[in-house]
């Protein structure tokens, strides 16, 4: 009877662990998502907005031209790309009814949770239109929050169209692995993911900066004489390779709407200031120098108000032969680093995050939102404070 009775009380959960795994609950298949990879936003005429995105197609083989069919009406197109992923796009007066007319036309539910990155006109970017872009795309349709924001010069669509997967990796982890690796060289800013880039957008307290990034025709190359390799956007640089899109350099915000840009130089003296760099190398007159460690960073708010910035750097020579001293060495970041807030502060964007820093000193959110602090920052002045430590 004991027996009869444990059976009768197991007998349940198996019946429901059998529902559950024969999918019997309302479950979606992994079949009937379109997986995107890539999102691209272009304003359009008569206030429209372009909605383009890259997603997996399901198959590995390029359609044969007598299966290829003419393109539907102009307000969304479906184009062949590599094998393995196509490209659909959607124009209409908004992100979100965009997003409407492609699930609408898409034998597919959109599935936004591979995200890869998100894409954006300059020229869209400069306007109120990011903030709620970003929010719609966020929240509306369950994006990958880890997506990385760029900005684009050019045609954000044409952008992912050229964007194609090298090196023998899939387009999802060839993008992954591609910002990782621009993180560890500082040559991006330290938080452009979306989720982070609206929250910066919506505090108050912090500025966001998004990748900035372009394509290469390899017919315009900018040769710029005694500067740093990275001391330029993309879209110019003088070397050939597989991939024509290029990512370097942060497109700072001023709230919702893109100011000005930074050079990859100058993204990498941010990342330093911030406390987030990572492994940099450094070329001063034919030596090449590498941080040993992070480095030790501290920001504050001085009593005049001054922006103030510490920052204590170990270098080891790593090739060349070295021709300054620490001193030298400590000097010009300082110069350079003062160079970059001073960027910035005429921007009105606050990417290196005083805000965080001066609010503390004020009793309650009314009092820090009538402390008219944008003008302040724009005006304060800067100091930067470096100690090298050769090795």
């Not at 691209?40 to 031209?65: C, F, M, W, Y």
């Not at 991006?188 to 957008?201: C, G, Q």
């Not at 350099?249 to 003296?269: C, K, N, P, S, Y």
Request: hydrophobic residues 40%.
């Amino acid at each position: 009877m004991k027996e009869v009775f444990a059976v009768r009380r197991v007998l349940p959960v198996l019946l429901l662990a059998l529902l559950l795994l024969t999918g019997c609950t309302g479950g979606r298949e992994i079949e009937s998502g379109l997986f995107v990879i890539s999102l691209a936003v272009d304003p359009a005429p008569d206030g429209n907005l372009t909605v383009t995105i890259k997603a997996l197609s399901g198959s590995l083989q390029e359609r044969p031209e007598s299966d290829q069919k003419e393109s539907p009406p102009e307000d969304k197109t479906l184009e062949d790309t590599e094998p393995g992923y196509i490209v659909l796009s959607a124009t209409a007066p908004s992100c979100l009814r965009a997003f409407g007319l492609l699930r609408a036309t898409t034998p597919r539910t959109l599935n936004l949770s591979q995200l890869r990155e998100v894409v954006l006109n300059r020229a869209l970017a400069e306007t109120d239109a990011t903030l709620p872009i970003l929010r719609e795309i966020y929240a509306m349709f369950r994006a990958n929050g880890e997506a990385i924001v760029v900005v684009t010069p050019g045609n954000a669509g044409d952008f992912i169209r050229r964007q194609h997967a090298i090196l023998g990796l899939r387009l999802s982890s060839y993008l992954k692995f591609l910002f990782e690796h621009f993180r560890k060289i500082d040559i991006i800013p330290p938080r452009p993911n979306l989720s982070a880039v609206i929250t910066s957008m919506e505090s108050g307290t912090i500025d966001a900066a998004a990748v900035y990034a372009a394509g290469n025709d390899f017919e315009a190359p900018l040769i710029l004489p005694g500067a740093s390799e990275t001391d330029r956007l993309p879209g110019h640089l003088p070397r050939t390779a597989p991939a024509k899109n290029e990512y370097m350099g942060a497109a700072l915000f001023d709230g919702a709407h893109m100011t000005d840009v930074l050079t990859g130089d100058e993204t990498g003296l941010l990342c330093l200031m911030m406390g987030q760099a990572k492994t940099r190398m450094t070329v001063l007159d034919g030596a090449q120098y590498k941080s040993v460690v992070n480095a030790r960073v501290k920001r504050d708010i001085l009593p005049d108000g001054t922006l103030h910035v510490r920052i204590t750097l170990r270098l080891t020579l790593a090739a060349g032969t070295a021709h300054r001293t620490a001193g030298m060495m400590a000097a010009d970041i300082e110069r350079r680093c003062t160079a970059v807030l001073q960027k910035m502060q005429a921007a009105s964007s606050d990417a290196a995050g005083f805000g965080r820093l001066a609010v503390r000193s004020f009793p309650d959110i009314p009092s820090w939102e009538n402390s008219n602090w944008d003008n302040r920052y724009d005006r304060a002045p800067v100091r930067v404070s470096v100690d090298v430590k050769l090795q």
